[in-house]
């Protein structure tokens, strides 16, 4: 219950394309769910989040869409760029300060 | 520039040995976290701390122990009863305030076995 599942594991999207990531969880007293974008050799690092009372977070290229009844939220990232080529993990709490992350994304943009 | 610092960037192990990892900020918050990295296993937590001479384990304290002397301090000590050391460490931390404000990560420690 208290695993976030990651899909796809790996990902491959033409320049300008749209990537898509997707989570799903169990535990409905999750409240809050962050992405993290990650460069090769550095640390994770905030890019959106979103809690469950909204269906959209959108932030310039990146938005995040919940699906509160199917537990599932995934990132969409509009016009993709070389540029966005890192990791990204999402992730889930419930009102603590301990994170869930999910197994990650590995995004490739090929111009 | 305020921030979460770890060293070294790189660190080897001998068997038997045991090994400190350093993650200092400056960023005035009150909880602080380490992460263990490995391949296709996203992010675990090992321990955390949300306020000085006070910590919890996360979901793999095994092999692990921490302190929390100072609030801008939390060493991380991988002992030889970890099996499997070989990973990415990263050390987080978060604002005092609401429990679901972001953490902010270092960039981490590898750690390898020699």
Redesign the interface.
């Known amino acids: 219950q208290q695993q976030v599942k990651q899909s796809p594991q790996s990902l491959i999207v033409q320049k300008g394309g749209i990537s898509i990531i997707n989570c799903a969880y169990e535990n409905t007293a999750f409240d809050y769910f962050p992405w993290y974008q990650q460069f090769p050799g550095k640390g994770p690092a905030l890019l959106i989040a979103i809690r469950p009372d909204v269906s959209e977070k959108k932030e310039g290229r990146f938005t995040i869409s919940f699906n509160k009844s199917a537990k599932q939220f995934s990132l969409h990232i509009m016009d993709s760029q070389p540029g966005d080529s890192a990791t990204y993990f999402c992730a889930a709490s419930m009102n603590t300060d301990k994170l869930i992350f999910g197994t990650g994304t590995r995004l490739q943009v090929f111009p | 520039d305020g921030g979460?610092t770890?060293s070294p960037k790189y660190l080897f192990r001998k068997e038997g040995q045991n090994v400190t990892l350093s993650c200092e900020q400056n960023l005035n918050h009150d909880?602080m976290?380490w992460y263990r990295q490995d391949p296709?296993?996203?992010?675990?937590?090992i321990y955390?701390s949300?306020i000085v001479n006070d910590f919890q384990k996360?979901d793999i304290a095994e092999g692990y122990s921490v302190s929390r002397e100072k609030k801008e301090s939390f060493p991380l000590t991988v002992t030889s009863a970890q099996k499997n050391p070989t990973a990415f460490y990263?050390c987080?931390s978060?604002p005092p305030g609401r429990?679901?404000q972001?953490?902010?990560?270092?960039?981490?420690t590898r750690l390898s076995i020699l």
């Open positions: 979460i770890q909880a976290y296709g296993q996203g992010l675990r937590l955390y949300q996360g990263l987080a978060r429990p679901n972001p953490q902010h990560f270092g960039d981490g």
